[in-house]
T-cell receptor
Framework: AQKVTQAQTEISVVEKEDVTLDCVYE???????LFWYKQPPSGELVFLIR??????QNEISGRYSWNFQKSTSSFNFTITASQVVDSAVYFC????????????FGKGITLSVRP | DAGVTQSPTHLIKTRGQQVTLRCSPI?????VSWYQQVLGQGPQFIFQ???????GRGNFPDRFSARQFPNYSSELNVNALLLGDSALYLC?????????????FGSGTRLTVV
């Protein structure tokens, strides 16, 4: 069985603060993929990043960075110098390999960035 | 290029009624998946279709069914609606079934059952 845990439910920060969103996953697959999605109030899930289980390199994209650690089964997401436009619900998701291609989502983290 | 389009955007139904939700994937994408997102929760997998065949089914009752057409668009049907079926229904498309890339989601259909 696959499981994604996002222990934080709501985070509120002031603009320009850094914020880290935590994600812990469970899977028995040796090959798997991890994702982060952003869901603004409009409802659409916006793809942010994909990581496969063999690539533990951290990634930085502008103000966004991701820290993947297989040893702790974590895939954390950091927003540097947060902006009001970052306010949304953020989901971490896990997909297994082969025919097991469904996405298993965490419960999401509501991020509010105040001016 | 058009993204994933879903219709209708909002829908209100009465308990016991039936509903059909529609999804058009990105051009060239052959796989469509359906997810249910109840308020305050993450999306839950309902179905995946690839090349017009069901390739995966989540833990949902038989009241939920779906199909994929030759043009790869898809319909999700829910019979005998319950209040608990009220949710945002999301459609996602991908190039193929086992795509390692991120799925592209539509904006969803918000279903309210009264």
């Amino acid at each position: 069985a696959q499981k994604v845990t996002q222990a934080q439910t709501e985070i509120s920060v002031v603009e320009k603060e850094d914020v880290t969103l935590d994600c812990v996953y469970e899977t028995r697959d040796t090959t798997y993929y991890l994702f982060w999605y952003k869901q603004p109030p409009s409802g659409e899930l916006v793809f942010l990043i994909r990581r496969n289980s063999f690539d533990e390199q951290n990634e930085i994209s502008g103000r966004y960075s991701w820290n993947f650690q297989k040893s702790t089964s974590s895939f954390n997401f950091t927003i540097t110098a947060s902006q009001v436009v970052d306010s949304a619900v953020y989901f971490c998701a896990l997909r297994g390999s082969g025919a097991n291609s469904k996405l298993t989502f965490g419960k999401g983290i509501t991020l509010s960035v105040r001016p | 290029d058009a993204g994933v389009t879903q219709s209708p955007t909002h829908l209100i139904k009465t308990r016991g009624q039936q509903v059909t939700l529609r999804c058009s994937p990105i051009s060239g994408h052959k796989s469509v998946s359906w997810y249910q997102q109840v308020l305050g929760q993450g999306p839950q997998f309902i179905f995946q279709y690839y090349e017009k065949e069901e390739r995966g089914r989540g833990n949902f009752p038989d009241r939920f069914s779906a199909r994929q057409f030759p043009n790869y668009s898809s319909e999700l049907n829910v019979n005998a609606l319950l209040l608990g079926d009220s949710a945002l229904y999301l459609c996602a498309s991908s190039l193929r079934q086992g795509s390692g890339n991120g799925y592209t989601f539509g904006s969803g259909t918000r279903l309210t059952v009264v």
